[in-house]
């Protein structure tokens, strides 16, 4: 194994795995690496607030009792020499959620202060951690759920202001199941039967809602693909909302495959523009179809873009067969110039929805992208306060299966707990960090 792979190997080893069981002083950068007008570090571990004491200048030295206040100060190497002007608002054992000490730091936002910074606590026997860290501390002190503790592993990778929404609804699931598990400890206690109807249904209801749920946090493969001269640049244009593909009148312009994010109805998409399928006429042009072709493969959903005003050329049905094992759709274009019946016969052929548009206005936009959403997520109209994790989705399949088959109520509030993980649970935490490692490869 080479060392570049290696290296790449025990990195994704270490974000598969949580951070051990761990009290030492650490330094994590809280807010994204870049220029910017101001960063903060948060320090935390058992001994944090005197390890940071050598470091100040100030008129009070940030100390446990003054939790919740914000100090102006200076912050200093161990000879002496100002790093930076800082702010630091500390927090005691009881106050912050780690169960050890804690101090805000706030600090300009440049690439070469966050590094000046960095450096000196490192120095002073702060270890550099990842974010991550604080969270694993905060759910084995048993102040942190793992369904609040999988949003803030995922809220920073949020594309779309849709996937945000979904993330930040967690309040209302978590919520939602604690006061299930709740009333199910106090129907099981009182010996009544009456409670298991209802957890069922819920249970029934988010497991359905938990697949559209992390859809919505993928990033999709959308491939534009069909014949030549079919206005497949102009629609991409069209879905990214700018021009960032060549349009060019005559057919074949588009070459190569154009990969560009895109968000369609707050779902985060990664949008293909291929080179048109004809038949070859030099071997640039067979490259760009074989791309397009490989491309087909490996998307999530092809957009089968043809002029919907003409019958479609032998030869052009027979360039399309490939694209029928792949999830698609049939987008008859040219709508401003009518539709012909051979086109539309052409779904039946290739078994796909068809949606009617023009490119060259946005006509039919709006219904193309609401069936793009079906087509991704199985739904249409997905509302966030559900699921949205592999590791949910087993926990309320757990649970649907234990209500179903009868188990007593110890084990099926065994399920809700380890759905909302509010107790320190080792094996659902490393459940966490190994989807969330795989999800973000």
């Known amino acids: 194994m080479g060392l570049p792979q290696a290296v790449e190997t025990a990195e994704l080893k270490r974000r598969v795995e949580p951070p051990p069981p761990s009290s030492d002083p650490i330094c994590v950068q809280a807010t994204a690496p870049g220029a910017a007008a101001i960063a903060t570090f948060v320090l935390d571990g058992k001994g944090a607030l005197a390890a940071f004491t050598p470091l100040w200048k100030g008129q009070q030295a940030p100390e446990a009792s003054q939790a919740g206040r914000l100090l102006h100060g200076q912050l200093v190497d161990a000879g002496g020499k100002l ?27 440049g690439l070469g202060t966050c590094a000046a910074v960095r450096e000196t606590l490192v120095a002073a026997g702060f270890r550099h951690a990842p974010a991550h860290e604080l969270s694993a501390r905060a759910h084995r002190a048993g102040k942190l759920g793992l369904i ?9 990778a949020a594309a779309t202001p849709r996937q945000a929404e979904l993330l930040l609804a967690r309040g209302e699931f978590q919520a939602r199941w604690e006061r299930l598990g709740m009333e199910a400890s106090l129907g099981m206690r009182r010996r009544e039967i009456d409670w298991r109807e209802p957890l069922h249904a819920a249970a029934l209801l988010d497991y359905e809602r938990s697949e559209p749920g992390r859809k919505l946090l993928a990033t999709h493969r959308v491939l534009l693909a069909g014949p030549v001269n079919a206005g497949k640049s102009t629609l991409s244009n069209r879905l990214l909302g700018a021009e960032a593909s060549l349009v060019g009148d005559e057919p074949g312009t588009t070459r190569d495959r154009l990969e560009r994010p895109a968000a369609t109805r707050g779902l985060a998409l990664n949008l293909i523009d291929a080179a048109g399928l004809r038949a070859p006429s030099e071997d640039l042009e067979r490259e760009g179809q074989r791309r397009a072709l490989e491309a087909a493969a490996e998307a999530d959903l092809v957009l089968i873009v043809i002029d919907g005003s003409r019958a479609p050329a032998e030869a052009e ?10 999830p698609r759709l049939l987008v008859l274009n040219k709508l401003d110039l009518g539709t ?26 709006d219904e193309l992208e609401l069936a793009i959403e079906r087509a991704l997520l199985g739904v249409e109209g997905f509302e966030a306060g559900g699921p949205f994790t592999p590791r949910q989705a087993r926990a309320l399949e757990a649970l649907k299966w234990g209500l179903e088959q009868g188990l007593d109520g110890v084990e099926l509030i065994g399920h809700i707990r380890n759905l909302v993980g509010t107790r320190p649970n080792e094996e659902e935490l490393a459940a966490v960090f190994r989807e969330w490692a795989r999800n973000d490869a």
């Open 148 to 156: 609040e503790l999988e949003t803030r592993l995922r809220l920073p």
């Open 340 to 365: 012909h019946a051979e086109a539309e016969g052409l779904a039946f052929a290739l078994g796909a929805e068809t949606c009617r548009v023009c490119a060259r206005d946005g006509r039919g936009l």
């Open 83 to 109: 790093v930076d002007e800082v702010v630091a608002a500390p927090l005691g054992e009881k106050e912050s959620e780690t169960g050890f000490e804690q101090l805000e730091l706030s600090c300009h936002g």
């Open 317 to 326: 049905c027979a360039a399309l067969e490939p694209l029928a094992a792949r």
